[in-house]
């Protein structure tokens, strides 16, 4: 991959940097991110290392460099230390009012031909009767599991 995006720390920056990764008490990714961009300094006080060397050094892989390289380069250090924000915040889909629905109908009777029901059929019958859109077999069960309910 070309060395499209060249790091070069002032030595406030630098300092910032070693003080992070001196001190311990940094998360472990903030750590790799300021090593990482510690060893592919290309300014004075820097001698920089090849992406691949910085990746297989850190544990990390040539790819998260060149990411980590372009966030500095392009907004800042900041922004290459800290988490990319999440583009769409993720929404609670399913709140104590849909347990209290899945737990009254997986301790009613079973359907006919059934002796007891099971994580598809609940899956099946929420959507039927309209409580959900859609909902995954894996859903039904960590919903049944977070309450302690046992299809047995």
């Given amino acids: 991959m070309a060395n499209r995006y060249k790091v070069t720390l002032t030595q406030t920056e630098r300092n910032q940097l070693t003080e992070l990764t001196r001190s311990g008490k940094s998360t472990a990714a903030k750590f790799v ?20 060397d910085v990746a297989a050094a ?48 997986a301790c009613s009777q079973a359907p006919a031909g059934y002796q007891r029901w099971t994580v598809r059929l609940l899956a099946d019958k929420l959507v039927e009767l309209k409580i959900v859109d859609t909902i995954s077999t894996m859903s039904v069960q960590r919903s049944l599991k977070k309450t302690n309910c046992v299809l047995t």
């Fill in 58 to 105: 850190l544990g990390v892989t040539s790819r998260t460099i060149e990411h980590l390289k372009q966030r500095f380069v392009e907004e800042g250090l900041e922004s290459a230390l800290g988490r990319k924000p999440q583009r769409k915040p993720r929404e609670a889909t399913f709140d104590g009012e849909f347990d209290a629905r899945l737990t009254a109908l």
């Fill in 33 to 52: 991110h300021a090593r990482a961009l510690l060893l592919c300094d290309a300014g004075k006080g820097g001698d920089p290392w090849k992406v691949v």
